[in-house]
Structures are given as structure tokens and as C-alpha cells.
């Protein structure tokens, strides 16, 4: 059967969709907040804080941990939310960002703040403007991201097919088809089969189409971005 022509592919393309938009979202707003606050100098706690979240790029308590704090304790497994919830908060991105409102001049939000503005208000009428490159691309670092990921669908929805997202549904066909075509190989007719069949290469590049197609229509809209944001808000040593 082609992807096409196959319901599961669009339930499963809706549901990446919604999950990449809502994770991209809900993380560069909850990241671009963290990342003001932090670059804030007369916030006292911003350096104690930032090397806490530092530290936990560098240490991991593993995938077991992970697993019964997602699914036992947070009990997100078997819903849509296991998605977004682990997902609102990197720090890599909130350094990026930070790096970059920390190269904004000061006076912006000092000139706010006499005129009565709240840190609210300078955030989002001051600084959140200004960010617009950076926060374009972290937004395509946290898209692609979410829209590739297919391990935390195996690992906490594989029993629903109702929240399979597209690429895990996609590789799934892929070893099925693949697994056939192995299976064919071993019988005495092996050729018929094969014949009656699609061959894994032609499901493997029927998928890269499928799967990279999103990606390739937003990324244009969002290049003229991606240069700006990169080179200003690098970490500097």
C-alpha cells in the first residue's frame, strides 16, 4: 500500500505536527524567560542558578531514571503530554539566548523601567522584539528536534496507536517491509514474493521524502535568520 494512500500516515502526521508546534512554542517562551531572568546582573541567584542548569548537560542519571520519572512518577506515559512536558526547557538554548540578550545595550531596559515598565513589559516589549534572529533559530534547532524524534514514542506511547507520530510510524513500515523482504529471501519462492512486494529502498526513500518535506518548507522562511542568530548569539568566551 502506499503512504499516501495509508489513514495511519495522516493521524500520525497530525499528531508530529501538533507536537513539534506546542514543544517549539511552549519552549522558546519558557527558555527566553529563563534566559532574561538570568541575564539580569542585579539578580543575585543568576550565577548559582546557571551553573546548576549547566550541570545538567553534563550529568545524566540515565535512561531508567528518566523512564520511571516520566512514566511513574509525572504518569505521562499513554498520553499525548509525555511529549511536551519533558521537552519545555533546554539549557543549550537558554545559553544561546541569554548570550544574545546579553549583548543588547542595557539602556533599552533601563529607559523601560523609568518610564514605569514592569521586567513583564520590557521583556516582551523590549527585549522579546529584539530577539527575533536568535529566537528563530533556537525555534529550528527545538522543530527539528520534535519533529524527528521518534524514541520517546516507542519508549512511552508504543502501545497507542492513536499517538504514534509520523516518524516513529514510518520507521515501524520500514522494518516491517524490510523483515518481509528478508523472510522472502529464505522461501522457495523467493522471486514471486519479491516481485509482489515493495522493496525496502524504494519505502526508505518514499520516507525521506515524507519526512523531510516539512522540514524543508519552513526552513526557508526561516534562513535569513539562521546566520544572524548564530553568529550573535554564540557563546563568547
Not at 92 to 111: C, D, H, K, Q
Not at 123 to 147: E, K, N, R, S, Y
Not at 165 to 192: M, P, R
Amino acid at each position: 500500500m502506499s503512504l499516501i494512500k495509508d489513514p495511519a500516515i495522516y493521524k500520525a502526521f497530525g499528531v508530529s505536527v501538533a507536537k513539534t508546534v506546542l514543544t517549539t512554542v511552549l519552549n522558546l517562551f519558557l527558555t527566553s524567560m529563563m534566559a532574561y531572568a538570568l541575564s539580569r546582573k542585579e539578580y543575585v541567584l543568576r550565577k548559582f542558578i546557571t551553573t546548576i542548569l549547566v550541570l545538567t548537560m553534563y550529568v545524566n542519571a540515565g535512561l531508567i531514571p528518566n523512564y520511571l520519572l516520566v512514566s511513574k512518577t509525572l504518569g505521562l506515559k499513554n498520553t499525548f503530554w509525555v511529549y511536551i512536558i519533558p521537552s519545555l526547557f533546554q539549557c543549550f538554548n537558554m545559553i544561546v539566548i541569554r548570550t544574545y540578550i546579553g549583548g543588547l545595550p542595557e539602556a533599552l531596559v533601563e529607559s523601560g523601567k523609568i518610564d514605569g515598565a514592569g521586567d513583564l513589559r520590557c521583556f516582551f516589549q523590549i527585549i522579546l522584539p529584539l530577539c527575533l534572529p536568535v529566537l528563530a533559530t533556537v525555534a529550528l534547532f527545538i522543530a527539528v528536534g520534535a519533529w524527528n524524534s521518534w524514541f520517546d514514542t516507542y519508549l512511552y506511547n508504543g502501545s497507542k496507536k492513536d499517538l504514534y507520530t509520523l516518524q516513529y510510524l514510518l520507521k515501524a513500515k520500514l522494518a516491517t517491509t524490510q523483515n518481509q523482504a528478508n523472510a522472502a529471501q529464505t522461501t522457495s519462492d523467493a522471486l514471486a514474493a519479491q516481485a509482489s512486494k515493495v522493496a525496502p529502498i524504494t519505502v526508505r526513500s518514499a520516507i525521506s521524502v515524507v519526512s523531510a518535506l516539512p522540514i524543508l518548507v519552513v526552513y526557508p522562511f526561516l534562513q535569513k535568520y539562521f546566520v544572524t542568530g548564530m553568529a550573535l548569539g554564540s557563546v563568547k568566551g
